[in-house]
T-cell receptor, first 111, second 114 residues
Framework: QKEVEQDPGPLSVPEGAIVSLNCTYSNSAFQYFMWYRQYSRKGPELLMYTYSSGNKEDGRFTAQVDKSSKYISLFIRDSQPSDSATYLCATAGTSGSRLTFGEGTQLTVNP | DTGVSQDPRHKITKRGQNVTFRCDPISEHNRLYWYRQTLGQGPEFLTYFQNEAQLEKSRLLSDRFSAERPKGSFSTLEIQRTEQGDSAMYLC????????????FGPGTRLTVT
């Protein structure tokens, strides 16, 4: 079983829709939760990180972590065609160094 | 802050050849990481350095792989006797040690082994 599970999609939505992307993880030691965006044939771009449980908002993006259920979410409001990319969740422990990634969800926002 | 850079961006090589990739991290970052990403998968950790010291290696890093960061600045990743299974995107990332969870990635080097 993978430590971080993510539905690979693909997910296709109309422009302006609210997008919900999700991951689950198995290791209780994970304390930091990140979301990356990766355009085709590019490196991952850090969108935001959250420490422990709770919500974090940055513009149109909101990250949520529920440690009790080991569930990570990213919400994108007013989605735009430029949001079309693969979204990767990642986790890290408090004594760690490496990031553990999900396999990514491919999102297409249609104009 | 010019970001993480990697060179080359693409490399095609024949099975059995050696290849070397270079990574230049964000200048003030003392940690440097190497990951490998195959199509449809998330990046997988290979190894990381804090300054010039290599502190952790994944079991994915076979003895054909070697990484160095000689002066604590740029790093090289060498693959000896390449195999077709080595075909992947090799990603470099950097961070400050105190915020290791904020890793910034370079554009990657795409390796194709024929």
């Amino acid at each position: 079983q993978k430590e971080v599970e993510q539905d690979p999609g693909p997910l296709s939505v109309p422009e302006g829709a609210i997008v919900s992307l999700n991951c689950t993880y198995s290791n209780s030691a994970f304390q930091y939760f990140m979301w990356y965006r990766q355009y085709s044939r590019k490196g991952p771009e850090l969108l935001m990180y959250t420490y422990s449980s709770g919500n974090k908002e940055d513009g149109r993006f909101t990250a949520q972590v529920d440690k009790s259920s080991k569930y990570i979410s990213l919400f994108i409001r007013d989605s735009q065609p430029s949001d079309s990319a693969t979204y990767l969740c990642a986790t890290a422990g408090t004594s760690g160094s490496r990031l553990t990634f999900g396999e990514g969800t491919q999102l297409t926002v249609n104009p | 802050d010019t970001g993480v850079s990697q060179d080359p961006r693409h490399k095609i090589t024949k099975r059995g050849q050696n290849v070397t990739f270079r990574c230049d991290p964000i200048s003030e970052h003392n940690r440097l990481y190497w990951y490998r990403q195959t199509l449809g998968q998330g990046p997988e950790f290979l190894t990381y350095f804090q300054n010039e010291a290599q502190l952790e290696k994944s079991r994915l890093l076979s003895d054909r792989f070697s990484a160095e960061r000689p002066k604590g600045s740029f790093s090289t990743l060498e693959i000896q006797r390449t195999e077709q299974g080595d075909s992947a995107m090799y990603l470099c990332a950097s961070s400050l040690a105190g915020s290791y969870y904020e890793q910034y990635f370079g554009p990657g080097t795409r390796l194709t082994v024929t």
